[in-house]
Protein backbone atom coordinates (compact mmCIF):
# COMPACT_ATOMS: atom_id res chain seq x y z
CA UNK A 1 0.00 0.00 0.00
CA UNK A 2 1.26 3.69 -0.50
CA UNK A 3 2.25 5.57 2.51
CA UNK A 4 2.90 9.43 3.18
CA UNK A 5 5.95 9.15 5.28
CA UNK A 6 8.52 11.76 7.45
CA UNK A 7 11.98 10.09 6.11
CA UNK A 8 14.00 12.17 9.20
CA UNK A 9 13.54 15.14 10.71
CA UNK A 10 14.58 18.43 8.42
CA UNK A 11 12.82 16.82 5.96
CA UNK A 12 9.67 16.75 3.68
CA UNK A 13 7.07 13.48 3.35
CA UNK A 14 7.80 11.39 0.69
CA UNK A 15 5.15 9.21 -0.45
CA UNK A 16 6.48 5.20 -0.87
CA UNK A 17 4.93 1.86 -0.68
CA UNK A 18 4.70 -0.18 2.71
CA UNK A 19 3.48 -3.65 3.42
CA UNK A 20 0.19 -3.59 4.68
CA UNK A 21 -0.29 -3.96 8.26
CA UNK A 22 -1.57 -6.95 9.72
CA UNK A 23 -3.31 -7.05 13.47
CA UNK A 24 -1.63 -9.03 16.21
CA UNK A 25 -3.52 -10.15 19.42
CA UNK A 26 -5.71 -7.02 20.74
CA UNK A 27 -5.03 -4.75 17.46
CA UNK A 28 -6.88 -3.47 15.15
CA UNK A 29 -6.08 -2.52 11.54
CA UNK A 30 -8.19 0.37 10.37
CA UNK A 31 -9.39 1.06 6.41
CA UNK A 32 -8.36 4.81 6.46
CA UNK A 33 -11.60 7.19 5.25
CA UNK A 34 -10.52 10.05 6.37
CA UNK A 35 -6.59 11.59 7.44
CA UNK A 36 -6.50 14.93 8.55
CA UNK A 37 -3.49 17.40 7.61
CA UNK A 38 -2.77 19.21 11.01
CA UNK A 39 -0.01 22.17 11.52
CA UNK A 40 1.58 20.23 13.97
CA UNK A 41 2.81 17.95 11.14
CA UNK A 42 4.82 20.95 9.71
CA UNK A 43 6.76 21.55 13.05
CA UNK A 44 7.18 18.06 12.53
CA UNK A 45 9.15 18.70 9.35
CA UNK A 46 10.58 21.50 10.09
CA UNK A 47 11.14 22.46 13.72
CA UNK A 48 11.21 19.24 15.10
CA UNK A 49 14.94 17.38 15.88
CA UNK A 50 16.20 14.45 17.72
CA UNK A 51 15.63 14.90 21.44
CA UNK A 52 12.63 17.50 21.20
CA UNK A 53 10.55 14.87 21.58
CA UNK A 54 10.96 11.38 22.83
CA UNK A 55 10.95 9.23 19.35
CA UNK A 56 11.70 9.86 15.93
CA UNK A 57 10.96 9.36 12.55
CA UNK A 58 10.89 6.99 10.48
CA UNK A 59 7.12 7.00 10.49
CA UNK A 60 4.07 7.73 8.24
CA UNK A 61 2.22 10.99 8.90
CA UNK A 62 -1.63 11.60 10.00
CA UNK A 63 -2.53 11.57 13.42
CA UNK A 64 -6.12 13.03 12.85
CA UNK A 65 -8.02 9.52 11.70
CA UNK A 66 -11.14 7.92 10.74
CA UNK A 67 -12.47 5.04 8.91
CA UNK A 68 -13.48 1.67 8.87
CA UNK A 69 -12.68 -1.71 10.81
CA UNK A 70 -10.57 -3.73 8.45
CA UNK A 71 -9.10 -6.29 10.26
CA UNK A 72 -9.40 -7.56 14.25
CA UNK A 73 -6.60 -9.06 16.01
CA UNK A 74 -7.18 -12.38 18.11
CA UNK A 75 -9.04 -11.02 21.56
CA UNK A 76 -10.40 -7.91 19.88
CA UNK A 77 -14.70 -8.15 21.30
CA UNK A 78 -16.96 -5.11 20.31
CA UNK A 79 -16.32 -4.16 17.13
CA UNK A 80 -17.28 -5.52 13.66
CA UNK A 81 -15.25 -5.29 10.64
CA UNK A 82 -16.80 -2.32 8.36
CA UNK A 83 -18.07 -0.80 11.33
CA UNK A 84 -17.29 3.04 10.73
CA UNK A 85 -14.98 4.29 13.78
CA UNK A 86 -12.33 7.36 14.67
CA UNK A 87 -9.20 6.39 16.54
CA UNK A 88 -8.50 8.39 19.57
CA UNK A 89 -4.53 9.69 18.59
CA UNK A 90 -2.86 9.56 21.73
CA UNK A 91 -1.50 6.35 22.88
CA UNK A 92 -0.94 5.46 26.49
CA UNK A 93 -0.06 2.35 28.76
CA UNK A 94 -3.55 1.23 29.24
CA UNK A 95 -3.49 0.36 32.92
CA UNK A 96 -2.12 4.30 34.80
CA UNK A 97 -4.61 5.95 37.17
CA UNK A 98 -4.51 8.61 33.80
CA UNK A 99 -5.14 6.27 30.94
CA UNK A 100 -8.28 4.42 33.00
CA UNK A 101 -9.74 7.76 33.12
CA UNK A 102 -9.03 8.24 28.80
CA UNK A 103 -6.55 10.64 29.40
CA UNK A 104 -3.63 8.43 27.48
CA UNK A 105 -2.41 12.30 27.00
CA UNK A 106 -0.95 12.40 30.75
CA UNK A 107 0.12 8.07 30.86
CA UNK A 108 2.04 8.37 33.87
CA UNK A 109 3.71 4.83 32.50
CA UNK A 110 5.17 5.86 29.43
CA UNK A 111 7.26 3.07 29.14
CA UNK A 112 4.60 0.72 28.61
CA UNK A 113 3.03 2.67 26.38
CA UNK A 114 3.33 1.28 22.20
CA UNK A 115 5.53 4.68 21.93
CA UNK A 116 6.56 7.18 24.96
CA UNK A 117 4.31 10.39 24.41
CA UNK A 118 3.27 9.70 20.95
CA UNK A 119 0.85 7.82 18.80
CA UNK A 120 0.11 6.94 15.36
CA UNK A 121 1.46 9.90 13.22
CA UNK A 122 3.69 10.69 16.00
CA UNK A 123 6.65 8.10 16.23
CA UNK A 124 4.39 5.53 15.21
CA UNK A 125 2.70 5.01 11.99
CA UNK A 126 -0.10 7.11 11.02
CA UNK A 127 -3.32 7.01 8.96
CA UNK A 128 -1.90 9.38 5.77
CA UNK A 129 -2.22 5.42 4.18
CA UNK A 130 -4.64 3.23 2.61
CA UNK A 131 -4.38 1.34 6.07
CA UNK A 132 -3.30 1.89 9.64
CA UNK A 133 -2.44 -0.31 12.37
CA UNK A 134 -3.88 0.76 16.17
CA UNK A 135 -1.78 -1.07 18.39
CA UNK A 136 -4.78 -1.17 21.23
CA UNK A 137 -8.70 -2.02 20.23
CA UNK A 138 -9.38 0.85 23.23
CA UNK A 139 -8.32 3.28 21.21
CA UNK A 140 -11.02 2.53 18.31
CA UNK A 141 -13.99 4.69 19.06
CA UNK A 142 -17.22 3.68 17.54
CA UNK A 143 -18.59 6.34 15.14
CA UNK A 144 -22.08 7.77 15.83
CA UNK A 145 -24.75 7.48 13.50
CA UNK A 146 -24.39 9.38 10.11
CA UNK A 147 -20.98 11.13 10.51
CA UNK A 148 -18.74 10.63 7.78
CA UNK A 149 -14.99 9.86 8.73
CA UNK A 150 -14.04 12.34 6.16
CA UNK A 151 -15.65 14.79 9.23
CA UNK A 152 -14.76 12.52 11.74
CA UNK A 153 -11.21 12.60 11.46
CA UNK A 154 -10.69 16.70 12.06
CA UNK A 155 -13.24 16.07 14.92
CA UNK A 156 -10.24 13.80 16.67
CA UNK A 157 -7.62 16.88 16.64
CA UNK A 158 -8.35 19.65 14.90
CA UNK A 159 -11.82 19.25 17.16
CA UNK A 160 -11.02 17.30 20.38
CA UNK A 161 -8.01 19.68 21.39
CA UNK A 162 -10.31 22.85 21.48
CA UNK A 163 -13.14 21.02 23.38
CA UNK A 164 -10.65 20.35 25.71
CA UNK A 165 -9.36 23.77 25.77
CA UNK A 166 -12.94 25.55 26.06
CA UNK A 167 -13.79 22.19 28.85
CA UNK A 168 -11.02 23.30 30.96
CA UNK A 169 -12.37 27.09 30.87
CA UNK A 170 -15.94 25.88 30.92
CA UNK A 171 -16.40 28.30 34.54
CA UNK A 172 -15.70 31.43 32.97
CA UNK A 173 -18.04 30.98 29.83
CA UNK A 174 -21.42 32.28 30.81
CA UNK A 175 -23.65 34.36 28.97
CA UNK A 176 -21.95 37.84 30.18
CA UNK A 177 -18.39 36.42 29.15
CA UNK A 178 -16.48 36.45 26.11
CA UNK A 179 -14.19 34.33 24.62
CA UNK A 180 -11.47 35.62 21.84
CA UNK A 181 -9.93 32.83 19.57
CA UNK A 182 -6.45 33.72 18.00
CA UNK A 183 -5.75 31.61 14.66
CA UNK A 184 -8.84 30.63 13.05
CA UNK A 185 -7.17 27.80 11.07
CA UNK A 186 -8.19 24.01 11.40
CA UNK A 187 -8.10 23.95 15.26
CA UNK A 188 -9.62 27.76 15.70
CA UNK A 189 -12.50 27.22 13.76
CA UNK A 190 -13.72 24.27 15.38
CA UNK A 191 -12.79 26.28 18.21
CA UNK A 192 -15.49 28.92 17.38
CA UNK A 193 -17.83 26.44 16.58
CA UNK A 194 -17.57 24.52 20.15
CA UNK A 195 -17.81 27.22 21.31
CA UNK A 196 -21.29 28.72 19.95
CA UNK A 197 -22.56 25.41 20.18
CA UNK A 198 -21.31 24.88 24.27
CA UNK A 199 -21.43 27.81 25.65
CA UNK A 200 -23.17 31.60 26.00
CA UNK A 201 -20.23 33.38 25.81
CA UNK A 202 -19.76 35.89 22.89
CA UNK A 203 -16.68 35.23 20.69
CA UNK A 204 -14.48 37.05 18.87
CA UNK A 205 -12.17 35.62 16.56
CA UNK A 206 -8.74 37.07 15.04
CA UNK A 207 -6.27 36.29 12.50
CA UNK A 208 -3.95 37.63 10.15
CA UNK A 209 -5.69 36.34 7.09
CA UNK A 210 -9.05 37.85 5.95
CA UNK A 211 -9.81 34.26 4.90
CA UNK A 212 -9.89 33.14 7.76
CA UNK A 213 -12.13 35.73 9.01
CA UNK A 214 -14.99 35.45 7.07
CA UNK A 215 -14.38 31.26 8.25
CA UNK A 216 -14.40 32.49 11.75
CA UNK A 217 -18.13 34.48 10.84
CA UNK A 218 -19.51 31.77 8.80
CA UNK A 219 -18.71 29.22 12.21
CA UNK A 220 -20.35 31.99 14.43
CA UNK A 221 -17.88 34.51 15.70
CA UNK A 222 -19.84 37.77 16.69
CA UNK A 223 -17.25 40.21 15.90
CA UNK A 224 -14.03 39.38 14.12
CA UNK A 225 -10.67 41.79 13.85
CA UNK A 226 -7.40 41.80 11.70
CA UNK A 227 -4.40 41.07 14.10
CA UNK A 228 -2.11 43.75 14.94
CA UNK A 229 -0.87 46.61 16.91
CA UNK A 230 -3.85 47.50 18.36
CA UNK A 231 -6.06 44.21 18.82
CA UNK A 232 -5.90 44.36 22.32
CA UNK A 233 -6.95 47.80 22.32
CA UNK A 234 -10.00 46.68 20.13
CA UNK A 235 -10.55 43.66 22.33
CA UNK A 236 -11.05 46.02 25.02
CA UNK A 237 -13.15 48.30 23.60
CA UNK A 238 -15.47 45.55 22.51
CA UNK A 239 -16.08 44.36 25.70
CA UNK A 240 -16.34 47.64 27.90
CA UNK A 241 -13.18 47.92 28.51
CA UNK A 242 -12.66 44.76 30.83
CA UNK A 243 -11.09 42.52 28.28
CA UNK A 244 -11.46 38.79 27.01
CA UNK A 245 -12.87 36.38 30.13
CA UNK A 246 -11.17 33.32 28.05
CA UNK A 247 -8.45 33.69 25.45
CA UNK A 248 -7.59 30.49 23.19
CA UNK A 249 -4.70 30.99 21.23
CA UNK A 250 -4.03 28.74 18.60
CA UNK A 251 -1.04 30.18 17.17
CA UNK A 252 1.38 30.80 20.48
CA UNK A 253 3.76 32.97 18.60
CA UNK A 254 5.66 35.94 20.76
CA UNK A 255 2.86 38.35 19.43
CA UNK A 256 0.03 36.51 19.84
CA UNK A 257 1.03 35.38 23.47
CA UNK A 258 1.24 39.54 23.91
CA UNK A 259 -1.49 40.06 22.84
CA UNK A 260 -3.56 37.21 24.73
CA UNK A 261 -1.90 38.87 27.83
CA UNK A 262 -2.99 42.49 26.84
CA UNK A 263 -6.19 41.52 26.21
CA UNK A 264 -7.54 39.31 28.99
CA UNK A 265 -9.72 40.14 31.85
CA UNK A 266 -8.48 39.82 35.44
CA UNK A 267 -9.79 36.44 36.81
CA UNK A 268 -9.42 35.37 32.98
CA UNK A 269 -7.97 32.54 31.50
CA UNK A 270 -4.93 32.49 28.85
CA UNK A 271 -4.62 29.24 27.17
CA UNK A 272 -1.98 28.36 24.72
CA UNK A 273 -2.66 25.88 22.53
CA UNK A 274 -0.79 26.81 19.09
CA UNK A 275 2.93 25.59 19.51
CA UNK A 276 4.57 28.48 17.27
CA UNK A 277 7.61 28.49 19.77
CA UNK A 278 6.80 32.27 21.36
CA UNK A 279 7.36 32.62 24.93
CA UNK A 280 5.72 35.42 27.18
CA UNK A 281 7.54 37.04 30.55
CA UNK A 282 4.94 36.93 33.26
CA UNK A 283 5.70 38.85 36.51
CA UNK A 284 3.10 40.49 38.88
CA UNK A 285 2.43 43.55 37.12
CA UNK A 286 2.65 42.37 33.45
CA UNK A 287 -0.64 40.66 33.54
CA UNK A 288 -3.89 41.67 34.87
CA UNK A 289 -4.54 40.15 38.46
CA UNK A 290 -5.10 36.46 38.90
CA UNK A 291 -5.39 35.61 34.95
CA UNK A 292 -4.53 32.12 35.05
CA UNK A 293 -1.79 30.75 31.81
CA UNK A 294 -2.14 27.23 30.74
CA UNK A 295 -1.48 25.64 27.72
CA UNK A 296 -3.37 22.25 27.04
CA UNK A 297 -2.43 19.26 24.85
CA UNK A 298 -4.72 17.05 22.68
CA UNK A 299 -7.78 15.90 24.75
CA UNK A 300 -8.92 13.16 26.56
CA UNK A 301 -11.40 9.84 25.07
CA UNK A 302 -14.31 10.57 26.80
CA UNK A 303 -14.22 13.52 25.66
CA UNK A 304 -13.23 12.76 21.82
CA UNK A 305 -17.07 10.91 22.23
CA UNK A 306 -18.78 14.44 22.88
CA UNK A 307 -16.92 15.87 19.91
CA UNK A 308 -18.23 13.07 17.40
CA UNK A 309 -21.70 13.24 19.44
CA UNK A 310 -21.67 17.12 18.30
CA UNK A 311 -20.23 16.16 14.93
CA UNK A 312 -22.78 13.82 14.05
CA UNK A 313 -25.69 16.36 15.65
CA UNK A 314 -24.52 18.86 13.20
CA UNK A 315 -23.84 21.12 16.00
CA UNK A 316 -20.00 21.37 15.06
CA UNK A 317 -18.81 20.83 11.35
CA UNK A 318 -14.98 21.24 10.21
CA UNK A 319 -14.88 23.35 6.98
CA UNK A 320 -12.44 20.39 4.80
CA UNK A 321 -10.80 20.50 1.17
CA UNK A 322 -10.03 17.01 0.56
CA UNK A 323 -6.97 15.87 -1.17
CA UNK A 324 -5.73 12.32 -2.29
CA UNK A 325 -2.70 10.67 -1.20
CA UNK A 326 -0.61 11.81 -3.91
CA UNK A 327 -1.62 15.72 -3.20
CA UNK A 328 -1.09 15.53 0.25
CA UNK A 329 2.17 17.69 0.21
CA UNK A 330 0.18 20.10 -2.11
CA UNK A 331 -2.35 20.44 1.14
CA UNK A 332 1.11 21.28 3.63
CA UNK A 333 2.12 23.65 1.31
CA UNK A 334 -1.03 25.59 0.97
CA UNK A 335 -0.89 24.95 5.02
CA UNK A 336 2.06 26.58 5.03
CA UNK A 337 1.22 29.42 2.44
CA UNK A 338 -1.76 30.47 4.67
CA UNK A 339 -3.97 29.17 1.53
CA UNK A 340 -6.10 26.35 3.25
CA UNK A 341 -9.53 26.93 4.41
CA UNK A 342 -10.66 24.93 7.44
CA UNK A 343 -8.92 21.86 7.61
CA UNK A 344 -6.97 19.41 4.88
CA UNK A 345 -8.57 16.05 4.94
CA UNK A 346 -6.80 13.22 3.22
CA UNK A 347 -8.47 10.57 1.44
CA UNK A 348 -6.31 7.81 0.41
P1 LIG B 1 -3.42 26.24 10.77
O1 LIG B 1 -2.21 26.55 9.95
O2 LIG B 1 -4.54 25.51 10.14
O3 LIG B 1 -4.02 27.59 11.40
C1 LIG B 1 -3.24 28.59 11.98
C2 LIG B 1 -4.01 29.90 11.83
O4 LIG B 1 -3.33 30.91 12.58
C3 LIG B 1 -4.07 30.40 10.40
O5 LIG B 1 -5.39 30.78 10.06
C4 LIG B 1 -3.13 31.61 10.40
O6 LIG B 1 -3.50 32.61 9.46
C5 LIG B 1 -3.29 32.11 11.82
N1 LIG B 1 -2.17 32.94 12.29
C6 LIG B 1 -0.84 32.77 12.07
N2 LIG B 1 -0.15 33.74 12.69
C7 LIG B 1 -1.05 34.55 13.31
C8 LIG B 1 -0.95 35.72 14.13
N3 LIG B 1 0.23 36.26 14.41
N4 LIG B 1 -2.09 36.27 14.61
C9 LIG B 1 -3.30 35.72 14.33
N5 LIG B 1 -3.44 34.62 13.56
C10 LIG B 1 -2.34 34.03 13.06
O7 LIG B 1 -2.87 25.44 12.05
P2 LIG B 1 -3.65 24.38 12.99
O8 LIG B 1 -3.53 23.02 12.41
O9 LIG B 1 -4.97 24.94 13.35
O10 LIG B 1 -2.70 24.39 14.29
C11 LIG B 1 -2.58 25.56 15.07
C12 LIG B 1 -1.47 25.39 16.10
O11 LIG B 1 -1.89 24.46 17.09
C13 LIG B 1 -0.17 24.82 15.54
O12 LIG B 1 0.93 25.41 16.22
C14 LIG B 1 -0.27 23.35 15.90
O13 LIG B 1 0.99 22.72 15.95
C15 LIG B 1 -0.90 23.44 17.25
N6 LIG B 1 -1.59 22.25 17.76
C16 LIG B 1 -1.57 22.09 19.10
C17 LIG B 1 -2.24 21.02 19.66
C18 LIG B 1 -2.25 20.85 21.15
O14 LIG B 1 -2.69 19.80 21.62
N7 LIG B 1 -1.80 21.81 21.93
C19 LIG B 1 -2.94 20.13 18.85
C20 LIG B 1 -2.95 20.33 17.47
C21 LIG B 1 -2.29 21.42 16.94
ZN1 LIG C 1 -2.45 17.74 15.54
Redesign the pocket.
Known amino acids: MRALRLPKWKSEPELVEVDEPTPGPGQVVVKIGGSG???????LMHDFETGSVPWNPPFTLGHENAGWVHALGDGVTGLTVGQPVAVYGPWGCGTCARCRVGVD?YCENVAEAPVPGGGGGLGLDGGMAEYMLVPQARQVVPLPDGLDPVLAAPLT??GL?PY??VRRSSAKLGPTSTAVV????????VGVQILKATTAARVIA????E??LK?GTECGADLTML?GED?AQEIRLATGGRGADVILD????D??LA?GAAAARTVGDLT?????GGTLPVGFFSVPYEVSIQ?????SRPELIEVLELGARGLVKPKTSTFPLEKAVDAYRK??E?T?E??AVIVP
Open positions: ACHSDLHTDATHAIGVGGLGHVDTRDALSTFVGAATLIVGIGTTYWGMRGLGR
